[in-house]
């Protein structure tokens, strides 16, 4: 869907579905185990990484956000931090 709607070009990256001269069968087996694992394995290790930008590090700085406003909050307002 995003290949119609996109600019062309913009999934160079991503192989088409609707290619006629891919095969993924094929590959499979003519290409070395190797090759394969390889292929899988940097699949992984990207997906991971971009799970963990898109969704940890937000998610890290609203944290870091909310503690630096309590402490402000806290100062503003003279409250005792202190535990009684």
Known sequence: MIRRV???????????????????????VTKPMY???RAIFTSVALHSFLIFVNLMLPLQ??????????????ILFNINTRPI
Request: charge should be negative; proline fraction near 8%.
């Open 6 to 28: 996109g600019r062309p070009g913009i999934l160079w990256f991503l192989r088409d579905p609707d290619d006629p001269n891919d095969h993924f069968i094929r590959d499979l």
């Open 35 to 37: 090759n394969l694992v």
């Open 61 to 74: 700085v609203i944290q870091l956000i909310q503690d630096r406003g309590t402490k402000y909050y806290a």
